[in-house]
């Protein structure tokens, strides 16, 4: 039940931001392309700039499934970075553990790589790591710990069976799948970023 609820959620979501946040928001989405809602068939008003910096703010946000506070922080980091301050954030929240997790084929959703590594099957480096917000560095290596290895979820990830509902795994990652390993090779190019987002709007969200 408690699984039912979080997926129409997410669905919920997924028709708000108008961008796909799972598989079966995917489907959704084919199927009933407007927003929830008795109205949502109906012609949306012209938004302000602040409803538009603030839903493009809201969906980068989704799709890294994580709370205001830590994406403020993120934005604070990639401000402080030289070079640009949208690509900068992006690709450090590319670097989060749960992220990377997702992208190697180890999961399915954001959410089942976070409870990967809450649970403790995900190691960096040969160290369980346990929280998704870990930002992984350059040459380390992500792997399943091997009591972890014969669960069904990851033997199922390790056949690839994820691959028809993820993106193509980006190059800034060397993935093993069949061992449930990954590499971190290189820092994230924003244009490599499998995530939907005009990252200007979010800028200028942060600088208002």
Do not use: W
């Not at 402080?80 to 954030?89: D, P």
């Not at 999961?107 to 480096?125: C, E, F, G, K, P």
């Not at 093993?176 to 005009?198: F, G, N």
């Amino acid at each position: 039940m408690a699984n039912n609820t979080r997926a129409r959620r997410k669905v919920r979501i997924s028709r708000a931001l108008g961008i796909a946040l799972t598989p079966k928001a995917e489907k959704y989405l084919e199927r009933r392309p407007y927003a929830p809602g008795q109205h949502g068939r109906a012609r949306r008003k012209q938004d302000s700039d602040y409803a538009v910096r603030l839903r493009e703010k809201q969906r980068l946000r989704a799709q890294y499934n994580i709370r205001e506070a830590q994406m403020a922080r993120v934005f604070e980091e990639a401000r402080r970075t030289s070079g640009l301050t949208g690509e900068n954030l992006i690709e450090l929240l590319e670097m989060r553990l749960d992220a990377l997790v997702l992208r190697a084929g180890f999961a399915r959703t954001s959410a089942q790589a976070r409870q990967l590594i809450v649970h403790r099957h995900i190691m960096v480096d040969g160290a369980r790591v346990d929280r998704p917000s870990y930002r992984v560095s350059e040459g380390q290596l992500i792997h399943v710990h091997s009591r972890s290895e014969t669960m069904v979820p990851l033997q199922v990830a390790a056949a690839g069976a994820h691959r028809d509902v993820l993106p193509a795994v980006p190059g800034y990652l060397d993935v093993q799948l069949d061992k449930l390993q990954a590499r971190l090779v290189r820092r994230p190019k924003r244009s490599e970023v499998p995530v939907t987002c005009e990252e200007q709007l979010v800028v200028e969200y942060y600088a208002r």
